[in-house]
Protein backbone atom coordinates (compact mmCIF):
# COMPACT_ATOMS: atom_id res chain seq x y z
CA UNK A 1 0.00 0.00 0.00
CA UNK A 2 2.95 2.32 -0.13
CA UNK A 3 2.87 2.36 -4.08
CA UNK A 4 1.01 4.37 -6.10
CA UNK A 5 -1.72 1.60 -7.87
CA UNK A 6 -2.96 3.85 -10.27
CA UNK A 7 -2.03 3.00 -13.62
CA UNK A 8 -5.88 4.17 -15.07
CA UNK A 9 -4.18 8.02 -16.90
CA UNK A 10 -1.65 5.47 -18.67
CA UNK A 11 -4.11 3.02 -20.23
CA UNK A 12 -6.62 5.94 -21.37
CA UNK A 13 -3.57 8.18 -23.12
CA UNK A 14 -0.50 7.56 -25.71
CA UNK A 15 1.73 8.24 -22.56
CA UNK A 16 2.25 11.74 -23.11
CA UNK A 17 2.95 12.85 -20.26
CA UNK A 18 5.31 10.12 -19.06
CA UNK A 19 7.30 10.22 -22.23
CA UNK A 20 11.11 11.56 -21.68
CA UNK A 21 13.06 10.63 -24.71
CA UNK A 22 12.41 7.60 -26.77
CA UNK A 23 10.92 5.15 -24.91
CA UNK A 24 12.10 6.06 -21.68
CA UNK A 25 9.37 6.96 -19.50
CA UNK A 26 8.80 8.64 -15.52
CA UNK A 27 6.40 7.18 -13.20
CA UNK A 28 5.27 7.96 -9.76
CA UNK A 29 7.06 4.71 -7.80
CA UNK A 30 7.16 5.41 -3.89
CA UNK A 31 6.54 7.60 -1.37
CA UNK A 32 9.38 10.15 -0.24
CA UNK A 33 9.30 8.27 3.35
CA UNK A 34 9.39 4.67 1.82
CA UNK A 35 12.44 6.10 -0.15
CA UNK A 36 13.67 7.09 3.13
CA UNK A 37 13.09 3.98 5.23
CA UNK A 38 14.32 1.72 2.13
CA UNK A 39 17.81 3.62 2.68
CA UNK A 40 18.01 3.21 6.22
CA UNK A 41 17.54 -0.34 5.53
CA UNK A 42 20.05 -0.68 3.15
CA UNK A 43 22.36 1.11 5.76
CA UNK A 44 22.09 -0.99 8.44
CA UNK A 45 22.12 -4.05 6.00
CA UNK A 46 25.76 -2.71 4.78
CA UNK A 47 27.24 -1.80 8.10
CA UNK A 48 25.62 -5.68 8.90
CA UNK A 49 28.60 -8.73 9.06
CA UNK A 50 26.58 -10.62 6.81
CA UNK A 51 28.46 -11.47 3.87
CA UNK A 52 27.53 -9.33 0.83
CA UNK A 53 27.69 -9.57 -3.26
CA UNK A 54 28.43 -6.54 -5.54
CA UNK A 55 25.12 -5.38 -6.85
CA UNK A 56 26.26 -5.73 -10.52
CA UNK A 57 29.90 -6.08 -12.92
CA UNK A 58 29.76 -2.16 -12.98
CA UNK A 59 28.63 -0.73 -9.32
CA UNK A 60 31.52 -0.99 -6.96
CA UNK A 61 28.77 -0.08 -3.77
CA UNK A 62 25.12 -1.03 -3.67
CA UNK A 63 22.83 -3.93 -2.33
CA UNK A 64 21.14 -7.02 -3.64
CA UNK A 65 18.32 -6.88 -2.22
CA UNK A 66 17.59 -10.79 -3.02
CA UNK A 67 20.35 -11.03 -0.35
CA UNK A 68 17.29 -9.06 2.26
CA UNK A 69 14.28 -11.44 0.95
CA UNK A 70 12.97 -8.48 -0.52
CA UNK A 71 12.08 -10.39 -4.02
CA UNK A 72 8.96 -12.60 -2.26
CA UNK A 73 7.04 -9.93 -0.53
CA UNK A 74 7.83 -6.43 -2.65
CA UNK A 75 9.69 -6.99 -5.89
CA UNK A 76 7.73 -9.59 -7.18
CA UNK A 77 4.47 -7.95 -6.74
CA UNK A 78 5.46 -4.71 -7.76
CA UNK A 79 6.59 -6.27 -11.07
CA UNK A 80 3.28 -8.60 -11.67
CA UNK A 81 0.90 -5.87 -10.27
CA UNK A 82 2.58 -2.62 -11.10
CA UNK A 83 5.17 -2.82 -13.59
CA UNK A 84 3.71 -5.23 -15.95
CA UNK A 85 0.32 -3.60 -17.19
CA UNK A 86 2.44 -0.52 -18.03
CA UNK A 87 5.13 -2.53 -19.98
CA UNK A 88 2.76 -4.65 -21.16
CA UNK A 89 1.33 -1.57 -23.29
CA UNK A 90 4.86 0.19 -23.52
CA UNK A 91 7.14 -2.64 -24.68
CA UNK A 92 4.99 -5.61 -25.97
CA UNK A 93 8.34 -5.53 -28.73
CA UNK A 94 10.89 -6.07 -25.98
CA UNK A 95 9.18 -8.82 -24.15
CA UNK A 96 7.08 -6.52 -21.68
CA UNK A 97 4.01 -8.81 -21.88
CA UNK A 98 5.63 -11.69 -20.96
CA UNK A 99 8.25 -10.51 -17.38
CA UNK A 100 8.84 -13.61 -15.55
CA UNK A 101 11.90 -12.96 -13.00
CA UNK A 102 13.96 -9.86 -12.22
CA UNK A 103 17.13 -8.94 -10.52
CA UNK A 104 17.06 -5.94 -8.17
CA UNK A 105 19.40 -3.93 -6.16
CA UNK A 106 20.23 -0.69 -5.23
CA UNK A 107 23.17 0.98 -6.18
CA UNK A 108 25.15 4.13 -4.28
CA UNK A 109 26.95 7.06 -5.59
CA UNK A 110 29.44 8.92 -2.94
CA UNK A 111 31.80 11.57 -3.32
CA UNK A 112 34.25 8.81 -1.83
CA UNK A 113 32.65 6.31 -3.45
CA UNK A 114 31.41 5.73 -6.87
CA UNK A 115 30.62 8.83 -8.54
CA UNK A 116 29.58 8.12 -12.13
CA UNK A 117 28.60 5.06 -14.05
CA UNK A 118 29.38 4.49 -17.93
CA UNK A 119 27.86 4.02 -20.67
CA UNK A 120 26.25 0.44 -21.05
CA UNK A 121 23.34 -1.82 -21.70
CA UNK A 122 21.17 -3.98 -19.29
CA UNK A 123 21.33 -7.65 -18.76
CA UNK A 124 17.48 -7.00 -19.28
CA UNK A 125 14.46 -6.89 -21.29
CA UNK A 126 13.17 -3.66 -19.59
CA UNK A 127 14.59 -1.64 -16.66
CA UNK A 128 12.86 -0.11 -14.08
CA UNK A 129 15.09 2.71 -12.28
CA UNK A 130 13.92 4.18 -9.04
CA UNK A 131 15.22 8.06 -7.67
CA UNK A 132 15.23 7.10 -3.76
CA UNK A 133 17.42 10.38 -2.61
CA UNK A 134 19.34 11.29 -0.58
CA UNK A 135 20.36 14.79 -1.22
CA UNK A 136 22.86 14.90 -4.30
CA UNK A 137 23.41 17.70 -7.15
CA UNK A 138 24.17 16.46 -11.13
CA UNK A 139 23.88 12.98 -11.81
CA UNK A 140 21.93 12.67 -14.26
CA UNK A 141 21.34 9.75 -16.16
CA UNK A 142 21.51 10.21 -20.04
CA UNK A 143 20.64 7.97 -22.53
CA UNK A 144 21.76 7.00 -26.53
CA UNK A 145 20.54 4.63 -28.84
CA UNK A 146 19.93 1.00 -28.83
CA UNK A 147 23.13 -0.98 -28.42
CA UNK A 148 23.25 -2.01 -32.34
CA UNK A 149 24.26 1.70 -33.15
CA UNK A 150 27.62 3.03 -33.11
CA UNK A 151 28.44 5.18 -30.26
CA UNK A 152 30.16 7.68 -33.16
CA UNK A 153 26.33 7.99 -34.38
CA UNK A 154 24.81 8.29 -31.40
CA UNK A 155 23.59 11.65 -29.98
CA UNK A 156 22.44 11.30 -26.30
CA UNK A 157 20.21 12.93 -24.19
CA UNK A 158 20.16 13.51 -20.32
CA UNK A 159 16.88 13.12 -18.33
CA UNK A 160 15.50 14.43 -15.68
CA UNK A 161 14.87 12.39 -12.25
CA UNK A 162 12.84 13.44 -9.68
CA UNK A 163 13.03 11.32 -6.18
CA UNK A 164 10.26 9.14 -6.02
CA UNK A 165 9.89 8.85 -9.80
CA UNK A 166 11.00 5.26 -11.45
CA UNK A 167 12.09 5.29 -15.23
CA UNK A 168 11.55 2.96 -17.50
CA UNK A 169 13.37 1.71 -20.59
CA UNK A 170 14.47 -0.79 -22.72
CA UNK A 171 17.37 -2.92 -21.32
CA UNK A 172 19.44 -3.01 -24.76
CA UNK A 173 18.77 1.25 -24.40
CA UNK A 174 22.36 2.29 -24.11
CA UNK A 175 22.69 4.45 -21.25
CA UNK A 176 24.89 6.18 -18.42
CA UNK A 177 25.26 8.21 -15.08
CA UNK A 178 26.86 10.89 -15.23
CA UNK A 179 29.25 12.37 -12.03
CA UNK A 180 27.26 13.36 -8.81
CA UNK A 181 29.13 16.85 -7.67
CA UNK A 182 28.06 16.31 -3.74
CA UNK A 183 25.90 14.22 -1.61
CA UNK A 184 24.52 10.66 -1.67
CA UNK A 185 22.84 9.44 -4.60
CA UNK A 186 20.78 5.99 -4.00
CA UNK A 187 18.83 4.09 -6.70
CA UNK A 188 16.56 1.06 -6.79
CA UNK A 189 17.58 -0.78 -10.11
CA UNK A 190 14.87 -3.46 -11.22
CA UNK A 191 16.57 -5.75 -14.50
CA UNK A 192 13.16 -7.27 -15.40
CA UNK A 193 13.48 -10.51 -17.48
CA UNK A 194 11.36 -11.77 -19.91
CA UNK A 195 13.01 -16.21 -20.15
CA UNK A 196 10.69 -16.12 -23.17
CA UNK A 197 13.03 -13.72 -25.70
CA UNK A 198 16.15 -14.20 -23.69
CA UNK A 199 15.61 -17.76 -23.98
CA UNK A 200 16.07 -17.08 -27.96
CA UNK A 201 19.22 -14.69 -27.77
CA UNK A 202 20.85 -13.58 -24.65
CA UNK A 203 21.14 -10.06 -24.38
CA UNK A 204 24.54 -9.88 -23.01
CA UNK A 205 26.28 -11.83 -25.44
CA UNK A 206 23.96 -12.07 -28.41
CA UNK A 207 23.88 -15.92 -29.25
CA UNK A 208 21.93 -18.70 -28.67
CA UNK A 209 22.35 -18.95 -24.35
CA UNK A 210 24.22 -21.82 -23.76
CA UNK A 211 22.72 -22.05 -19.94
CA UNK A 212 23.99 -23.63 -16.60
CA UNK A 213 21.19 -24.11 -13.21
CA UNK A 214 21.49 -20.98 -11.10
CA UNK A 215 20.18 -19.65 -8.14
CA UNK A 216 17.50 -17.83 -7.57
CA UNK A 217 16.03 -16.42 -10.46
CA UNK A 218 19.41 -16.20 -11.84
CA UNK A 219 19.56 -14.51 -15.05
CA UNK A 220 16.01 -15.44 -16.04
CA UNK A 221 16.86 -17.94 -18.64
CA UNK A 222 14.60 -20.88 -18.09
CA UNK A 223 15.22 -24.98 -18.85
CA UNK A 224 12.00 -26.56 -19.50
CA UNK A 225 13.58 -30.14 -20.64
CA UNK A 226 12.11 -31.05 -16.79
CA UNK A 227 10.80 -28.58 -14.40
CA UNK A 228 11.02 -24.82 -15.34
CA UNK A 229 14.20 -23.84 -13.84
CA UNK A 230 15.98 -20.24 -13.99
CA UNK A 231 19.46 -20.38 -15.46
CA UNK A 232 22.34 -18.00 -16.24
CA UNK A 233 24.07 -18.10 -19.78
CA UNK A 234 27.94 -19.37 -19.78
CA UNK A 235 28.56 -18.01 -22.81
CA UNK A 236 28.40 -14.05 -21.06
O1 LIG B 1 22.85 4.89 -11.40
C1 LIG B 1 21.90 4.78 -12.15
O2 LIG B 1 20.90 5.48 -12.02
C2 LIG B 1 21.94 3.80 -13.27
C3 LIG B 1 22.19 2.39 -12.84
C4 LIG B 1 22.14 1.47 -14.00
O3 LIG B 1 21.99 1.85 -15.13
C5 LIG B 1 22.27 0.02 -13.79
O4 LIG B 1 22.59 -0.40 -12.67
O5 LIG B 1 22.06 -0.74 -14.74
FE1 LIG C 1 21.81 0.23 -16.47
Redesign the pocket.
Known amino acids: DQLLLTTEPLCSSPFAHLYLTPRVYHLPVFEKSFCEELMEEMEHFEQSSTPKGR??T??HY?ILLNELGFDEGFITPLREQYLQPITSLLYPDCGGRCLDSHKA?V?K?DMNEDL??SY?Y?N?EV?L?V?LGKDFTE?N?YFGDMRQVSVSETECSEVE?RVTEGLLHRGQHM???LPISSGQ?W?L?I?MRASQERNKLCPMCNRKPSLEEGEGFADGFTNHSKEPLHTSCVLT
Open positions: PNMNGFVYDLHDATNSGLHHGARNIW
